[in-house]
């Protein structure tokens, strides 16, 4: 017996059908991998497929992160559909980065915390970003300083502003993420904080805020009082 496709499901629940009718928007998340597989196994049709590999995931923060050996242990799932499904998921978290920020100006804490929120949020590793702004308050340059945190021997604040200067920056923006994704500030948090306001004030570029990204909410440490 051939692999299972969409035409051994009925028409009316045919997950393509069903995106030229309503658009993707409609579908469940499993129609939508029912797409990506394309096929079914012997015993299952592609919709069944589907449901199976979500079932192995407690929700799609965890199917997001799923590695090729937990893909490779479903039945159904052989070496060419995992990978197709990790290819499919690597592309979709750097389609979802290229969306997060564009220059402009920085009108409001809450403009730039969803931004970095949607940027930051769900990493596995800790990130220190720097936004650079000229005197209109407008991002000149975006960069990723540190990848560890900043309890890292490498996060100092002298290389954010080595940054800021080479970029002719009047004032700037540091955010970092919480893998835990709790986005209360720790005392390190609060120390490093403390240190970029000082450094700041002494090369007269002024540390504007520092955000702390969550699962999904972030903390503004201006708003928190610590700046």
């Not at 915390?113 to 209109?136: A, D, I, M, P, Y």
């Amino acid at each position: 017996m051939l692999n299972q496709k969409f035409v051994d499901v009925p028409q009316e629940s045919r997950p393509r059908e069903r995106m030229a009718e309503y658009g993707p928007e409609a579908l469940a998340n499993h129609e939508l991998l029912a797409i990506l597989l394309r096929t079914g196994t012997r015993d299952q049709n592609v919709l069944q497929l589907s449901m199976q590999v979500f079932s192995n995931f407690d929700d799609l923060y965890m199917f997001k992160n799923a590695t090729l050996e937990e893909l490779l242990a479903i039945p159904g799932i052989g070496k060419a559909k995992a990978f197709e499904l990790l290819a499919t998921i690597e592309l979709g978290k750097r389609l979802a980065k290229t969306t997060v920020l564009k220059e402009g100006a920085v009108t409001s804490s809450q403009y730039v915390g969803k931004l970095l929120l949607e940027e930051l949020k769900g990493l596995q590793q800790e990130l220190v970003v720097g936004l650079f702004l000229n005197t209109k308050n407008e991002i000149i340059k975006k960069e990723t300083i540190f990848k560890g945190g900043l309890n890292s021997s490498v996060a100092h604040p002298r290389e954010i502003f080595k940054a800021a200067i080479k970029y002719s920056s009047a004032r700037i923006i540091i955010a970092h993420n919480h893998p835990s994704g709790n986005p209360e500030p720790s005392d390190a948090d609060l120390r490093f904080t403390e240190r970029m306001c000082e450094v700041g004030k002494i090369v007269g570029i002024e540390l504007l805020d520092h955000f702390i990204i969550g699962e999904d909410q972030y903390i503004s440490l201006k708003e928190y009082g610590a700046l």
